[in-house]
C-alpha cells in the first residue's frame, strides 16, 4: 500500500528517529527490550512496522513522561494532541483530499496499541476524535467534508461523538434528543451524557430524533461549540480517562444548520453504528496497547523483586501466570487485527468480529493488567507505579461505545439469526 499524506512523513522520520526506541513506562522499569513471543510487530509489513514505531516513539517521548500528571491533574493535552496530529494521527483513517493519512483499520490499530504504551486516556480520546472525523469524511458532501475534516485532522479543532442519553445508554435507539424541522434548520432539545471530550471540544456529531421512535426516526448532525442553545454539564470525576473531559451536553431551542445533517435523515443511527464499528476496534487496540507495557512492567519487576531469598521471577507461580497473560495478549491481538481486517475489506463478519475483538479483548487485556498490578505488590497500588493507571484506565473500556453485554448480544443475534 502506498503511504499518503502526513504518514509518508512519518514513514521516513521511522526509520531514522526510531531505531533505538524503548518504552519509559514505570521509574522502576529496567528498560528491557520487548520479548519476541509478544512483539506487536509481527507479521506486520515494513511500512507498519515504521507507523509503529513513530507511535512508540511518541509514546515514550510525548506522552509516557507526562502520563502520570495529565492522571492526577486532569489535563486535556491539547498540545500535545496536536502534535501527534502532525504526525497524521488526527485522522488516519480519513482520506487523504481532506487532510487524512488514508490508512487502514489495521493499520490505524497498530497505531492506537503503540500510543496507549505513553497514555490509555489520551490515545483513546485521539481514538474517538478520529471516529468523529471518519464519519464525517464517510458520510458528509463534499461541501461538510471540506469544511471541518481538515480541522479535525490537524487537531485545530476537536471532535465528540454524541449517542448516549440519560435515559438511554445500552438501547441507544431509544434516544430522546429532538430535531424539529423549521426551515432550513433543525431546532435540538434534548440532552447527552457522559460525551467525551464534551466542553472542551468543538464539533459535535450528534444523534438525534427527527422523525418516529426507534432506530429509523434519528439523524445526525454536526453541531457547532457556539451555536446558541448548546451548553455543558460539570466536569464528571471518574476512575480513570482523566486526561479528557467527560460532560453532558446538552441543547436547548438549539438551532443548527440542515445543512450540517450528515446523510439523509433517518440515517443516524446506521451512520452511529458505522463509526461504532471501527471505535470497537480503536479502543480494544488502547486496551492491548495498555496490557503490552503492563506485561513488561510485571516482567522487569519479578526480574528485580526479591523475596524469600530469590527474584519472583524464580516462582513458578508467577511465571505461569506471567505466560498466560502473554498468551492472552497475543490472542487479543490477533483477534482484533483480523477484525480490522475484516472492517477493511467489508466483509460480511465485520459486525461480530468488531464484537468479539472488543468484547475478548478489552476483557482479557482488563485481566492482565489488574494481575500486573498484582505482582507488583503493594507498589502496584501506588501512584508511582504506571501499572495502577492502566489498570484504572482500561476498566471503562468494558463498558463504554457499547458495553461487552451489548457485545454479546451482537454475536450472538449473528449466530443465530444468520443461516
Ligand atoms: C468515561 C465514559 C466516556 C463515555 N464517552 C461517551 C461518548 O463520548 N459518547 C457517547 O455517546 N457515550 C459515551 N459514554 C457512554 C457509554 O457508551 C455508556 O455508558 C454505555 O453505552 C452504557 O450505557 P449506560 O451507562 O446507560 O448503562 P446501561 O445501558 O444502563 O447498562 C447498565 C448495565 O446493564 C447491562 N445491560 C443493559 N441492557 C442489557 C441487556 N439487554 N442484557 C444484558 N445486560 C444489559 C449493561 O451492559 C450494563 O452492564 C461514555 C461512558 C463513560 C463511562
Avoid at 512523513?9 to 526509520?15: D, I, M, N, P, Q
Avoid at 506486520?44 to 492526577?72: C, G, I, R, S, Y
Avoid at 453485554?405 to 451482537?410: D, L, P
Wanted: charged share 20%; proline share 3%.
Amino acid at each position: 500500500m502506498a503511504v499518503v499524506g502526513p504518514l509518508a512523513r512519518v514513514a521516513r522520520l521511522g526509520s531514522s528517529i526510531c531505531r533505538n526506541h524503548r518504552l519509559i513506562l514505570n521509574r522502576s522499569s529496567q528498560r528491557r527490550g520487548i520479548a519476541s513471543c509478544i512483539d506487536p510487530a509481527h507479521g506486520l509489513t515494513d511500512e507498519q512496522k515504521e507507523f509503529q514505531k513513530v507511535a512508540f516513539d511518541f509514546a515514550a517521548n510525548e506522552m509516557a513522561p507526562h502520563m502520570a500528571e495529565w492522571d492526577q491533574k486532569e489535563i486535556f493535552p491539547v498540545e500535545t494532541m496536536r502534535k501527534a496530529a502532525q504526525l497524521g494521527f488526527g485522522g488516519i483513517y480519513v482520506q487523504p483530499d481532506v487532510g487524512g493519512s488514508g490508512l487502514s483499520r489495521l493499520d490505524t490499530s497498530v497505531i492506537f496499541e503503540a500510543l496507549s504504551t505513553g497514555c490509555v486516556s489520551t490515545t483513546a480520546y485521539i481514538s474517538i476524535h478520529n471516529m468523529c472525523a471518519w464519519m464525517i469524511d464517510t458520510f458528509g458532501n463534499n461541501e461538510q467534508r471540506e469544511k471541518f475534516c481538515p480541522d479535525l485532522c490537524s487537531m485545530e479543532k476537536f471532535a465528540s461523538y454524541c449517542l448516549t442519553e440519560p435515559g438511554s445508554g445500552s438501547d441507544a435507539a431509544s434516544l430522546l434528543t429532538s430535531a424539529q424541522r423549521k426551515g432550513d434548520h433543525y431546532i435540538l432539545n434534548g440532552s447527552k451524557a457522559f460525551i467525551s471530550g464534551g466542553g472542551d471540544t468543538d464539533v459535535y456529531v450528534v444523534m438525534c430524533r427527527t422523525g418516529s421512535k426507534g432506530p429509523k426516526g434519528i439523524s445526525c448532525v454536526v453541531v457547532e461549540k457556539g451555536t446558541p442553545g448548546l451548553s455543558f454539564g460539570k466536569k464528571e470525576q471518574k476512575v480513570g480517562w482523566n486526561s479528557q473531559p467527560t460532560r453532558a451536553v446538552i441543547f436547548e431551542d438549539c438551532a443548527v444548520p440542515v445543512t450540517n445533517r450528515l446523510g439523509e435523515e433517518g440515517q443516524g443511527f446506521s451512520i452511529a453504528m458505522k463509526g461504532l464499528n471501527g471505535g470497537r476496534i480503536n479502543i480494544a487496540s488502547c486496551s492491548l496497547g495498555a496490557a503490552h507495557a503492563c506485561v513488561q512492567l510485571a516482567r522487569d519487576h519479578l526480574l528485580v523483586r526479591k523475596q524469600f531469598g530469590e527474584t519472583l521471577s524464580n516462582n513458578q507461580f508467577l511465571q505461569f501466570k506471567l505466560a498466560e497473560m502473554a498468551t492472552k495478549l497475543v490472542a487479543s491481538r490477533l483477534l482484533v487485527r483480523e477484525a480490522a481486517t475484516a472492517l477493511q475489506e467489508n466483509r460480511s463478519d465485520a459486525v461480530s468480529l468488531c464484537s468479539m475483538a472488543k468484547l475478548f479483548a478489552t476483557d482479557e487485556c482488563f485481566n492482565i493488567c489488574n494481575q500486573a498490578l498484582q505482582m507488583h505488590g503493594g507498589y502496584g497500588y501506588l501512584k508511582d507505579y504506571a501499572v495502577q493507571q492502566f489498570v484504572r484506565d482500561i476498566r471503562v473500556h468494558q463498558i463504554l461505545e457499547g458495553t461487552n453485554e451489548v457485545m454479546r448480544m451482537i454475536i450472538s443475534r449473528n449466530l443465530l439469526t444468520e443461516s
